[in-house]
Each structure stands twice: as structure tokens, then as C-alpha cells.
């Protein structure tokens, strides 16, 4: 049987900040030194076919290349059947 890696790849990806108007009159020091809001990372699983998202969730537990790292010891271990079996969310 195949590995999923041949179905399946996986990345960290950085989530689009909502564009958000904001009226700034006069700068303070704490605009300068504070960003707007913090980088939000996600796990992005998709099919290689087609680009379709079977998985997308928070990189919040650990690190993110942690988790990369495991989905993609998933990927080079199990089946395309077995992983999506695993990874699949419900929601999607």
C-alpha cells in the first residue's frame, strides 16, 4: 500500500488578520510597541489532487513544527484510508 504522503500534504500556515478600520489621531507608544494582533498559526491538511482542505485547526498545542512534524510521520506511515481516518474533522 501507498503512504498518505502520496494523497495527502501537510503545512503550517499563517491565518489572514481580518482587516479591521481602526482611527488613529495621534499615535501612541503603546500602538508602536504592541502589534495589532498576534501571528495565529494553523495545520492545513489537503488533498494533493485537487487543493481540498480535509483539516484545518489552531497550531496552538506546543509547537507548531511539532505538529507538523507528527501529521507528517502520519503521512509517511499510514495508508491514505488510515490517515484520513485519524485526521479527518468532522466539520469539513
Not at 503545512?11 to 501571528?39: F, G, M, N, S, Y
Not at 483539516?55 to 511539532?66: E, I, K, N, Y
Amino acid at each position: 500500500m501507498e503512504p498518505a504522503s502520496t494523497v495527502y500534504e501537510a503545512a503550517i500556515v499563517e491565518r489572514e488578520k481580518p482587516h479591521t478600520r481602526r482611527l488613529k489621531i495621534v499615535p501612541t507608544v503603546d500602538d508602536e510597541l504592541r502589534p495589532d494582533q498576534p501571528v495565529v498559526k494553523d495545520l492545513v491538511i489537503r488533498r494533493k489532487t485537487d487543493g481540498e482542505v480535509i483539516v484545518r485547526t489552531p497550531a496552538d498545542l506546543g509547537s507548531p513544527d511539532a505538529m507538523l512534524k507528527a501529521v507528517q510521520n502520519d503521512l509517511h506511515r499510514m495508508t491514505a484510508d488510515e490517515f484520513f481516518e485519524e485526521w479527518k474533522m468532522p466539520s469539513l
